[in-house]
């Protein structure tokens, strides 16, 4: 079963500087699902969801050019399995014949892709079960300031090793 996902952005992790993807269940306990990607996706991702123009298009702007040009058009992104630490992806495109295409995608790319559409992103409930973490229930006089102390907190303290299989 596929679950919904929100994108709560890219958040650097300190000292070390990696960009890590930051994903919550829509609904349900809210989880949150942490992927480590690279810097070039992480900038893509911060020029999209920013809104910024760039005056030539990235290569993710391309990828959407080309999938367009070929007569399809994105329906959505799943990540779909998590697999000796690595993530995995699909890009799911739609021709206007109801034809349906899964492009294999590294997570960071596929929604990188999809935060340029809004196009909804999910994640497979076993991938979600193995590296989800929980998301507290902000409490009384919680707002949102105290939930963005706790993430940044969260991802002081956590290591790319710990994603790994024991």
């Known amino acids: 079963m596929a679950i919904e996902l929100e994108l709560l952005g890219v958040k650097v992790k300190m000292p070390s500087s ?36 760039i005056s030539r298009p990235l290569t ?53 892709v999809a935060c340029r559409l809004q196009c909804p992103i999910f994640v497979d409930e076993a991938v979600l079960d193995e590296a989800g973490l929980i998301e507290e229930e902000p409490g009384e006089g919680t707002d949102e300031e105290d939930m963005v102390q706790e993430l940044r907190k969260f991802l002081d303290e956590v290591n790319p090793e710990d994603f790994l299989p024991d």
């Open 60 to 112: 993710h702007d391309l990828l959407l050019n080309v999938i367009s040009d070929l007569g399809f058009r994105l329906q959505q992104v799943e990540v779909t399995e998590l697999r000796e630490g690595t993530f995995y992806a699909d890009l799911v495109v739609v021709k206007e014949t109801g034809e349906v295409t899964r492009i294999s995608a590294r997570p960071s790319d596929a929604i990188a």
């Open 18 to 53: 990696a960009p890590v993807l930051v994903l919550r269940e829509r609904v349900g306990s809210r989880r949150l699902l942490p992927i480590y990607i690279g810097g070039p996706e992480a900038h893509s991702i911060d020029f999209a969801l920013s809104g910024t123009k």
